[in-house]
C-alpha cells in the first residue's frame, strides 16, 4: 500500500530463486509501472498483456500474454512472464465490481496447472487491481521499510487483506511482513524493526533483506540474481532462498490437495491463529483511535 518500498525488487528476487530451484514460476507484472517486466528481459512490443487479459480473460489472450523470460537464454527451466502494461492503470478504479476483481482468477484458472509458483508484482495501492491480485491469491507478502510510517503502513496492509478474505476469498492469509532495504548499522532501522515486531510479532519475518547494490544493479542488466556476480549478489541470493524456502515450508500447498481445487495448506491452524491476530490487532487500534 506504499510505494518505494521494494515489493518488485522481493518478486524478483523470489522469482529468481525459484527459477534457481527449478520451480515452473509465472510471474504476474500487474503494477502499471511494469519494471517487473523490464527486469525479466521482456520484449513488450507488439504483444499483449495483462491489460488484455483484464479487458477479455479468454484462455486465448490469457496464453498470448505470457511470454518466456529472457533469463531462460542460456539455463534451462521455466519462468515465464505474463507482460505489465501502463494500460492496467485503467482498470485501477477505486470501486471496482466483483466482475472486475474476479477477471485474474479467472484468467489464472486457465494456466495454473503448467506452473509450481504464480509470483503476481501489485500496484502501490487499495484500489481494483491490488484487490483483482489478492482474489487471485493464496497468499499476500507485505513488504515495508524499516521507517517512520512503516507500522501504520502495514497495519493498512492487514487490515485490507482481512477485508478481502472476509469479503471475497476466505483462502487468503497473510504470509508475513518482510523488511526490505534494511542498514544493520542504523540504530534507526533497528529501532524501527523492533517496532514492527513488537506490533505484529510473528507476522515479523526474521529474513530481514539488506540495502545492496548488486540487486539493483541485476534488475538493470535484466538478469536474475542469482547468476549475477559478486559477493553480495551471492548473499542477497541465499537470502532469498532462504525466503522462498519459509513460505513453502509455512504455506506449501498440501500434496494430498483435491482434484480441481487449490487444496489445504498443511498449516491450518497457523493461518486461524493469524487471522485472529489481524483481528486482536485492528480491535487494539480501533480502541486507540477511539480514545
Known sequence: MKGGVGKTTVTLGLASAAFAKGLRTLVVDLDPQSDASTGMDIDVTGRLNVADVLSNPKDKIVEQAIVPSGWTAGHGG????MIGSPSAINFDGPHPTLKEIWRLETALATVESQYDLVLIDCAPSLNALTRTAWAASDRVLVVTEPGLFSVAAADRALRAIEEIRRGLSQRLQPAGIVVNRARPQSLEHQYRIQELKDMFGPLVLDIVLPERTSMQQAQGAARPLHVWPGEGAQEMAAQFDELLQHLDDHF??????????RGMTPTAAADASAAAQIDELTEDADETEGR
Not at 78 to 81: E, L, N, Q, S, Y
Not at 252 to 261: D, L, V
Open 252 to 261: 506449501g500447498k498440501s500434496p494430498t490437495a483435491p482434484a480441481g481445487g
Open 78 to 81: 521455466k519462468i515465464d512472464v
